[in-house]
Antibody
Framework: QVHLRESGPGLVKPSETLSLTCSISGYNVGSDTFWGWFRQTPGKGLEWLASLHPDGTSFYSPSLRRRDMMSLDTSNNQFSLTLTSVTAADTATYYC??????????????WGQGILVTVSS | QSALTQEVSVSGTVGQRVTLSCIGNNIGRYPVSWYQQISHVAPKIVMFETSRPSGIPDRFSGSRSGTTSSLTISGLQPEDEADYYCSTWDTSRRTWVFGGGTRLTVL
């Protein structure tokens, strides 16, 4: 069974860089599948942020900044999200998920349990 | 403003049939998936177009008509109380989008 778990800081100061990691068990991160990051806030609801395939194919939400990015770490079977110059608007619960299906027919799951990140000085 | 519109809240009694809707211009061009989120923990996929993932009870069904996707629960159970979100690809925004979510209450 595939399990994902997010980790990272619960509190980040404005203008700093936020780095989140998603650790995977029961599946090889280097396999032929996409991995994704999402976040959820009371005001904006669920939001897709980015998706990445082990072959390097990536997709990013237009809402992310140019230097925000995802990366894969096959040695540790995990993937990460880095958000730069964070603001209070980045305060959210962040989820990672496996992306199933094929091009044009994709779904999200399973999901990690989520991690609450607060941006505040 | 969400690209997908869902009812804010729906309620039903145990055993009742309820239908949640998701309206959006991209529905029909790309498949719609539905996610269940219980008590703000990890979302779980419960429907992809009209297909139920493994482990999802057969009281859940999906359908589509024009620009509306629907999730129907026939024989509502207490454990179905949750927030439900629909999602699809938005071609104009070039992003995956989610509806605002429907809070399903089992009375």
């Amino acid at each position: 069974q595939v399990h994902l778990r997010e980790s990272g800081p619960g509190l980040v100061k404005p203008s700093e860089t936020l780095s989140l990691t998603c650790s995977i068990s029961g599946y090889n991160v280097g396999s032929d599948t996409f991995w994704g990051w999402f976040r959820q806030t009371p005001g904006k609801g669920l939001e897709w942020l980015a998706s990445l395939h082990p072959d390097g194919t990536s997709f990013y939400s237009p809402s992310l900044r140019r230097r925000d990015m995802m990366s894969l770490d096959t040695s540790n079977n995990q993937f990460s999200l880095t958000l730069t110059s964070v603001t209070a608007a980045d305060t959210a619960t962040y989820y990672c998920a496996k992306i199933g299906g094929v091009s044009g027919r994709r779904w999200f799951g399973p999901w990690g349990q989520g991690i609450l990140v607060t941006v505040s000085s | 403003q969400s690209a997908l519109t869902q009812e804010v809240s729906v309620s039903g009694t145990v055993g009742q049939r309820v239908t949640l809707s998701c309206i959006g211009n991209n529905i029909g061009r790309y498949p719609v998936s539905w996610y269940q989120q219980i008590s703000h923990v990890a979302p779980k996929i419960v429907m992809f177009e009209t297909s139920r993932p493994s482990g999802i009870p057969d009281r859940f069904s999906g359908s589509r008509s024009g620009t509306t996707s629907s999730l129907t629960i026939s024989g509502l159970q207490p454990e179905d109380e949750a927030d439900y979100y629909c999602s699809t690809w938005d071609t104009s925004r070039r992003t995956w989008v989610f509806g605002g979510g429907t809070r399903l209450t089992v009375l």
